[in-house]
Structure formats: structure tokens, C-alpha cells
């Protein structure tokens, strides 16, 4: 078990919805990171947040957005769902922003039908 | 070209036998290469963790990282049925905006008894 947390563990929605997936990072990591993980693409990184701060953004749609609060725990939002988003959602928390080691949650799965 | 390319297997080897597995990049950027075993439907598992070029071993599980040749192995000795999963390299560079990490495919393991 890493400490990383995320619900719900499975999602099953339908095209053109918005859902929410939720991250709580282990106890004393400030930085949160999502990841994507489709059987195509392999695990891709999406948007990293430090401190409630967003610091770096990778393939990330503008269907997708993410936030920190100040609690630390992190919410993931896609919205106008597609079939291409079904997938595992990772999210991965590192103790500050740097080389540090990413320790990764059990994921969550999307189907969208 | 992939920044990133990993065989993705599967590897089939009997129980006891020594295992290797291994990424190639194209980023000269990358500094920081790990690799994350993965089980089915789970989370990656962080195993090892390395810097630059050298080798660090960890019971069973040595990492090597060759940067002249981009090059990295994961080698497992003993192998286990319980090392059945799928092993992901990853990497990342040093500066800031430089911390999230890049994949590798995967390669799924399979270890006999």
C-alpha cells in the first residue's frame, strides 16, 4: 500500500457527461501528479500540482481540468466524456516538487458508453 | 520516435531464472530512471530509483543505467512466480518543469513454477 488514495475505484458513465475522481496524497506530500493510462498509449502524464499550485501540464485536453485544495487532495474533472477517455486514471504523490521518488494510488477505471 | 521504447513482451521464464529487462530514450535530458512493477488492475509499484549512469542493486533486483548508450536494464535474479506483473521503466530530467515522468510500454513478466 503506497498511502496514496483515490475514489470511486470504478466509474462507468456515458458519452458527454462530467465526472469527478478524487486523490488524497500520502501524509506529507505536497505534490500530486495525474497520470493516464490507455492500453494504446501507455501511462502518460497529465498535470501536476504543488501546494494547490499547478506546475506542469502534459497531454492534458481541454475537456480535462484538475485542482488541488487546501487540504491537498486533488480532484481530477472530465467533462463532454468520449469513448477515447475510457481508461485508468493514476494519480502519483512526490514529498515536494523535484527529483523526488512518485508514489502511485490504486487508480481509477472510466468507461465511458 | 518514442522518447521511451520498451519491448513489451510477454517474457515467459521458468522459476529461479534471471530476468532482464530493458528501455532504451532518445531524450539526453533524462537523469532520473526508475522502474515500477505492476500488477494487474493495480497501481505501479515504485522498485527501484537511480541517477545518471551506474548500478544499484536491491535484494533480488539490480537497475543499470547506461547514458552514453541511452540504455537502461532492470535485471531480477531468483525469479519468483510472484514477480509475474508487468515492469514499466520511467524517467525524468532535472529542471524544474522537468519532474513528471516519462513511460516506457511495459513489459509483461511471467514466471513459471
Known amino acids: 500500500d503506497s498511502g496514496v488514495t483515490q475514489t470511486p475505484k470504478h466509474l462507468i458513465t456515458a458519452t458527454g457527461q462530467r465526472v469527478t475522481l478524487r486523490c488524497s496524497p500520502r501524509?506529507?506530500?505536497?505534490?500530486v501528479y495525474w497520470y493516464q493510462q490507455s492500453l494504446d498509449q501507455g501511462l502518460q502524464f497529465l498535470i501536476q500540482?504543488?501546494?494547490?499550485?499547478?506546475?506542469a501540464k502534459g497531454n492534458i485536453l481541454e475537456r480535462f481540468s484538475a485542482q488541488q485544495f487546501p487540504d491537498l487532495h486533488s480532484e481530477l474533472n472530465l467533462s463532454s466524456l468520449e469513448l477515447g477517455d475510457s481508461a485508468l486514471y493514476f494519480c502519483?504523490?512526490?514529498?515536494?516538487?523535484?527529483?523526488?521518488?512518485?508514489?502511485f494510488g490504486p487508480g481509477t477505471r472510466l468507461t465511458v458508453t | 520516435q518514442k522518447e521511451v521504447e520498451q519491448d513489451p513482451g510477454p517474457l515467459s521464464v521458468p522459476e529461479g531464472a534471471i530476468v532482464s529487462l530493458n528501455c532504451t530514450y532518445s531524450?539526453?535530458?533524462?537523469?532520473?530512471f526508475m522502474w515500477y512493477r505492476q500488477y494487474s488492475r493495480k497501481g505501479p509499484e515504485l522498485l527501484m530509483y537511480?541517477?545518471?549512469?551506474g548500478n544499484k542493486e536491491d535484494g533480488r533486483f539490480t537497475a543499470q543505467v547506461d547514458k552514453s548508450s541511452k540504455y537502461i536494464s532492470l535485471f531480477i535474479r531468483d525469479s519468483q512466480p510472484s514477480d509475474s506483473a508487468t515492469y514499466l521503466c520511467a524517467m525524468r530530467g532535472s529542471g524544474a518543469g522537468s519532474y513528471q515522468l516519462t513511460f516506457g510500454k511495459g513489459t509483461k513478466l511471467s514466471v513459471i513454477p
Open positions: 502519483a504523490s512526490s514529498v515536494r516538487v523535484g527529483p523526488y521518488e512518485q508514489y
Open positions: 537511480t541517477y545518471s549512469s
Open positions: 531524450n539526453s535530458a533524462f537523469q532520473y
Open positions: 500540482y504543488y501546494n494547490g499550485e499547478e506546475r
Open positions: 501524509s506529507g506530500d505536497l505534490s
